[in-house]
């Protein structure tokens, strides 16, 4: 029989009613992701919240709700991915029992930027950009949403502001979902920006409007398909491809060897979603487990429960994976059957 559950009640108080209102969200939307994540009750009256419920779990919310009220104290904005970000957090650091203040970080990796502060959400958007700072390759792979892209967007973007690098390349192969660039209307760069508008998406989010449409002016800036880094030698610059899991295994080798000096090189890519021609090999995968032992490349695994987007997002990644793991496990339950009736013959 287990023990009981220890419930206790925790009233916080916050000193500015004005970042008090910001820290609970509009209609209290802040405090009740914070009651559906962790499983506490959170009643706001005026700039006080009391939390209710296990006494762990209460724990964890009272960090949260003082790790967020720091970071509207510092000046930075809250959304919902903040709050998301310090749940997660919370959760990451144990209970009551296993939490230690003193070796604890008080919060995940950050990068800074000129035009915002981009701060990981998950234990593994946090090692992922340890991981970029320490090696100069880095492979991300793991389902849509989880910020693969948009992590090395930023950390390029970081190196390129602070002058260690003297541009910035964003490639991608110009493989889509049972289409080619020969459907598309237009010249060579109006059937390849659909492909790269991600990226472009993530400049804009990350750098001054004016900064990024410059920079692609005078090529500091550079966005193309993967067919156009063959024969090239790329130094001293950071370069991402994106949607690297519809790279074959020519193309990525050819992709990797064009690192060159004082060069950072980051892969990023959903192995669960490869549009190549059925049978061939995705690069993404090969390149990981080849080079998996090798000295001075980095590896960040992603799984649903690092979804960043929309919480359905999280739930729709995890049922397609749950699908995708039963028809394995049908499929290797089938083969021995078919192989016993074979031999009965």
């Known amino acids: 029989m287990s023990p009981p559950v220890e419930e206790a009640q925790i009233v916080l108080a916050f000193d500015d009613n004005r970042l008090a209102l910001a820290l609970f969200g509009q209609y209290g939307q802040n405090l009740a992701l914070i009651e559906r994540r962790l499983g506490v009750t959170a009643d706001s009256r005026g700039n006080h919240v009391t939390l209710g419920g296990p006494r762990d779990a209460c724990e964890q919310a009272r960090r949260v709700l003082e790790t967020l009220y720091e970071q509207l104290q510092r000046g930075h ?6 709050v998301e970000g ?3 957090l919370a959760i990451a650091q144990g209970s009551l029992f296993d939490y230690d203040a003193a070796t604890q970080r008080a919060s995940f990796e950050e990068i800074n930027l000129r035009k915002r502060l981009v701060r990981a959400r998950t234990p593994a ?3 992922y950009i340890r991981a970029l700072r320490k090696n100069a390759l880095v492979f991300g792979a793991g389902p849509a949403g989880t910020g693969k892209t948009w992590l090395a967007v930023a950390h390029a973007v970081a190196l390129f502001e602070r002058k260690e690098v003297d541009r910035i390349i964003l490639s ?4 889509e979902a049972g289409e080619r660039l020969g459907f598309l209307p237009g010249d060579m760069k109006e059937k390849v920006d659909p492909y790269l508008r991600p990226i472009y998406d993530a400049l804009f989010d990350l750098m001054d409007a004016r900064i990024v449409e410059r920079a692609l002016q005078t090529g500091e800036i550079e966005i193309a398909p993967l067919a156009f880094m063959r024969g090239r030698t790329l130094a001293n610059a950071a370069v991402i491809l994106d949607e690297a899991q519809n790279t074959t295994s020519m193309q990525m080798k050819m992709f990797l060897t064009r690192l060159g000096e004082n060069a950072r090189m980051i892969v990023t890519g959903d192995p669960s ?19 998996a032992d090798v000295e001075g490349i980095g590896t960040a695994m992603f799984s649903h429960e690092d979804v960043v987007r929309h919480e359905l997002v999280a739930r729709i990644v995890a049922a397609y994976d749950r699908a995708a793991a039963g028809e394995r496990n049908g499929g290797a339950a089938a083969r021995p059957a078919a192989r016993r009736r074979e031999d009965g013959a």
Do not use: N
């Open 172 to 175: 991608r192969p110009a493989v």
């Open 125 to 127: 958007q946090d090692a």
């Open 86 to 88: 310090a749940i997660r």
């Open 77 to 82: 904005d809250l959304g919902q991915g903040d």
């Open 273 to 291: 979603q490869v549009d190549l021609p059925t049978g061939q090999t995705s690069g993404l995968a090969e390149a990981m487990r080849l080079l």
